[in-house]
Protein backbone atom coordinates (compact mmCIF):
# COMPACT_ATOMS: atom_id res chain seq x y z
CA UNK A 1 0.00 0.00 0.00
CA UNK A 2 1.55 3.57 -1.07
CA UNK A 3 1.78 5.91 2.11
CA UNK A 4 -0.87 8.33 1.86
CA UNK A 5 1.11 11.93 0.14
CA UNK A 6 0.60 15.00 2.40
CA UNK A 7 1.39 18.39 1.39
CA UNK A 8 2.94 20.77 3.30
CA UNK A 9 0.68 23.73 4.64
CA UNK A 10 1.84 26.94 3.32
CA UNK A 11 1.55 28.25 6.86
CA UNK A 12 3.93 26.03 8.28
CA UNK A 13 6.41 26.83 5.01
CA UNK A 14 5.98 30.07 6.03
CA UNK A 15 6.58 29.85 9.67
CA UNK A 16 9.56 27.96 8.85
CA UNK A 17 10.76 30.50 6.75
CA UNK A 18 10.40 33.09 9.53
CA UNK A 19 12.57 31.26 11.61
CA UNK A 20 14.94 30.42 9.45
CA UNK A 21 15.29 34.67 8.95
CA UNK A 22 15.39 34.92 12.57
CA UNK A 23 18.27 32.55 12.60
CA UNK A 24 20.16 34.71 9.94
CA UNK A 25 24.03 35.74 10.74
CA UNK A 26 25.24 35.90 7.11
CA UNK A 27 26.68 39.39 7.52
CA UNK A 28 27.52 38.71 11.09
CA UNK A 29 30.76 40.83 10.86
CA UNK A 30 29.75 43.75 9.67
CA UNK A 31 26.79 44.34 11.94
CA UNK A 32 28.00 46.04 15.14
CA UNK A 33 25.47 45.22 17.50
CA UNK A 34 25.44 41.81 16.51
CA UNK A 35 22.24 40.27 14.40
CA UNK A 36 19.29 40.67 15.39
CA UNK A 37 16.59 39.87 12.13
CA UNK A 38 13.52 42.05 12.38
CA UNK A 39 10.49 40.85 10.30
CA UNK A 40 6.82 40.47 10.37
CA UNK A 41 4.60 38.15 7.91
CA UNK A 42 1.54 36.40 7.83
CA UNK A 43 0.03 34.35 4.81
CA UNK A 44 -3.37 36.28 5.27
CA UNK A 45 -1.49 39.96 4.84
CA UNK A 46 -3.43 42.28 2.74
CA UNK A 47 -0.53 45.33 3.11
CA UNK A 48 3.35 45.00 2.76
CA UNK A 49 5.53 47.58 4.30
CA UNK A 50 9.05 47.67 3.28
CA UNK A 51 11.15 49.98 4.82
CA UNK A 52 14.49 50.45 4.76
CA UNK A 53 16.51 48.60 7.76
CA UNK A 54 15.73 48.96 11.72
CA UNK A 55 17.46 51.95 13.58
CA UNK A 56 19.23 50.95 17.46
CA UNK A 57 16.00 51.00 19.15
CA UNK A 58 14.15 48.61 16.55
CA UNK A 59 17.32 46.68 17.21
CA UNK A 60 16.64 46.98 20.86
CA UNK A 61 12.98 46.10 20.99
CA UNK A 62 12.73 44.02 18.20
CA UNK A 63 9.53 45.89 16.98
CA UNK A 64 10.00 47.44 13.72
CA UNK A 65 8.76 51.13 13.50
CA UNK A 66 9.04 51.31 17.17
CA UNK A 67 10.52 54.64 17.12
CA UNK A 68 9.57 58.35 15.58
CA UNK A 69 9.78 57.26 12.05
CA UNK A 70 7.01 54.72 12.85
CA UNK A 71 5.02 57.49 14.90
CA UNK A 72 4.79 59.42 11.59
CA UNK A 73 4.43 56.94 9.01
CA UNK A 74 1.29 55.25 11.21
CA UNK A 75 -0.13 59.08 10.74
CA UNK A 76 0.31 58.94 7.09
CA UNK A 77 -1.50 56.09 7.19
CA UNK A 78 -4.22 57.25 10.02
CA UNK A 79 -4.09 53.33 11.33
CA UNK A 80 -3.75 52.67 15.10
CA UNK A 81 -0.54 50.54 16.35
CA UNK A 82 -3.21 47.68 16.71
CA UNK A 83 -3.50 47.79 13.08
CA UNK A 84 -0.30 48.21 12.18
CA UNK A 85 1.00 45.36 14.36
CA UNK A 86 -1.73 43.03 13.04
CA UNK A 87 0.52 40.74 11.56
CA UNK A 88 -2.68 38.95 9.42
CA UNK A 89 -3.29 42.47 7.78
CA UNK A 90 0.39 43.80 7.62
CA UNK A 91 3.28 43.03 6.71
CA UNK A 92 6.83 44.10 7.31
CA UNK A 93 10.19 43.71 5.50
CA UNK A 94 12.74 45.92 5.41
CA UNK A 95 15.03 45.45 2.95
CA UNK A 96 18.11 45.20 5.62
CA UNK A 97 16.43 42.77 8.32
CA UNK A 98 19.20 44.20 11.09
CA UNK A 99 20.78 47.76 12.27
CA UNK A 100 23.57 48.37 9.61
CA UNK A 101 25.18 50.72 11.91
CA UNK A 102 26.36 54.48 11.81
CA UNK A 103 27.97 56.33 8.78
CA UNK A 104 28.86 60.20 8.82
CA UNK A 105 25.37 60.96 7.54
CA UNK A 106 23.19 58.57 9.65
CA UNK A 107 22.89 54.97 9.80
CA UNK A 108 24.60 52.59 6.72
CA UNK A 109 22.60 51.55 4.19
CA UNK A 110 20.79 48.31 4.30
CA UNK A 111 22.88 45.30 4.26
CA UNK A 112 22.06 43.77 0.29
CA UNK A 113 22.72 40.36 1.47
CA UNK A 114 18.92 40.30 2.89
CA UNK A 115 17.31 41.02 0.10
CA UNK A 116 19.39 38.93 -2.29
CA UNK A 117 18.87 36.18 0.13
CA UNK A 118 15.54 36.30 1.61
CA UNK A 119 13.13 38.83 -0.35
CA UNK A 120 12.02 36.67 -3.10
CA UNK A 121 11.21 33.31 -1.02
CA UNK A 122 9.66 35.41 1.85
CA UNK A 123 7.04 36.92 -1.05
CA UNK A 124 6.67 33.98 -2.43
CA UNK A 125 4.75 32.98 0.63
CA UNK A 126 2.22 36.09 0.75
CA UNK A 127 0.14 35.53 -1.86
CA UNK A 128 -2.46 37.49 -0.74
CA UNK A 129 -1.01 41.14 -0.67
CA UNK A 130 -2.84 43.74 -2.87
CA UNK A 131 -0.51 47.09 -1.75
CA UNK A 132 2.71 47.21 -1.58
CA UNK A 133 4.46 50.79 0.39
CA UNK A 134 7.85 50.98 -0.79
CA UNK A 135 9.04 53.39 2.11
CA UNK A 136 12.76 54.90 1.34
CA UNK A 137 15.01 54.98 -1.42
CA UNK A 138 16.37 51.67 -1.38
CA UNK A 139 13.18 49.82 -1.32
CA UNK A 140 12.23 51.68 -4.38
CA UNK A 141 15.53 50.73 -6.45
CA UNK A 142 14.51 47.10 -5.85
CA UNK A 143 10.76 47.34 -6.31
CA UNK A 144 9.37 50.16 -7.97
CA UNK A 145 8.17 49.48 -11.60
CA UNK A 146 7.67 53.38 -12.94
CA UNK A 147 10.98 54.89 -11.19
CA UNK A 148 12.25 58.23 -11.56
CA UNK A 149 15.91 59.31 -11.38
CA UNK A 150 15.01 60.61 -7.37
CA UNK A 151 12.52 60.03 -4.41
CA UNK A 152 10.52 63.50 -5.65
CA UNK A 153 9.62 62.18 -8.66
CA UNK A 154 9.03 58.70 -7.56
CA UNK A 155 7.05 59.85 -4.76
CA UNK A 156 5.09 62.69 -7.03
CA UNK A 157 4.28 60.26 -9.77
CA UNK A 158 3.11 57.92 -7.06
CA UNK A 159 -0.43 57.08 -9.27
CA UNK A 160 1.54 55.54 -11.97
CA UNK A 161 2.75 52.87 -9.79
CA UNK A 162 -0.68 51.78 -7.98
CA UNK A 163 -2.00 49.77 -10.96
CA UNK A 164 0.99 47.61 -10.46
CA UNK A 165 0.01 47.65 -6.62
CA UNK A 166 3.01 49.53 -5.20
CA UNK A 167 2.97 52.73 -3.84
CA UNK A 168 6.33 54.88 -3.38
CA UNK A 169 6.55 56.51 0.16
CA UNK A 170 9.94 58.96 1.29
CA UNK A 171 11.12 57.91 4.65
CA UNK A 172 9.19 59.50 7.26
CA UNK A 173 12.38 59.92 9.80
CA UNK A 174 12.68 63.24 11.64
CA UNK A 175 15.71 63.87 9.05
CA UNK A 176 13.32 64.09 6.69
CA UNK A 177 11.37 66.84 8.12
CA UNK A 178 12.38 69.57 5.57
CA UNK A 179 11.97 67.93 2.93
CA UNK A 180 8.17 67.55 3.55
CA UNK A 181 7.99 71.40 4.57
CA UNK A 182 9.33 71.73 1.45
CA UNK A 183 7.04 69.61 -0.72
CA UNK A 184 3.11 70.72 1.01
CA UNK A 185 1.86 68.82 -2.00
CA UNK A 186 2.81 65.85 -0.04
CA UNK A 187 0.51 66.08 3.02
CA UNK A 188 -2.37 67.38 0.90
CA UNK A 189 -2.33 65.20 -2.14
CA UNK A 190 -0.32 61.69 -1.50
CA UNK A 191 -1.81 61.33 2.06
CA UNK A 192 -4.86 61.32 1.64
CA UNK A 193 -4.55 58.88 -1.18
CA UNK A 194 -2.26 57.20 0.34
CA UNK A 195 -5.06 56.90 3.22
CA UNK A 196 -7.57 55.86 0.95
CA UNK A 197 -5.63 53.00 -0.34
CA UNK A 198 -4.61 51.75 2.72
CA UNK A 199 -8.19 51.61 4.16
CA UNK A 200 -9.58 49.87 1.16
CA UNK A 201 -7.29 47.25 1.29
CA UNK A 202 -7.25 46.84 5.56
CA UNK A 203 -11.29 46.44 5.17
Given at each position: ?????????????????????????????????????????????????????????????????????????????????????????????????????????????????????????????????????????????QYLPHRYGNITENVRHFRESLPAG??????????????????????????????????????
Open positions: MRAPQYSICPMIRLTNLLADIRQCNLCAEHLPLGPNPVVRAAESARLLIVGQAPGTRVHQTGIPWNDPSGERLREWLAVDSDTFYDESQVAIVPMGFCYPGRGKGGDLPPRPECARTWHARLLAQLPNLQLTLLVGQYAQRFFPLPHPSPRNTLWLRQRPWFEAEVVPELRRQVHKVLT
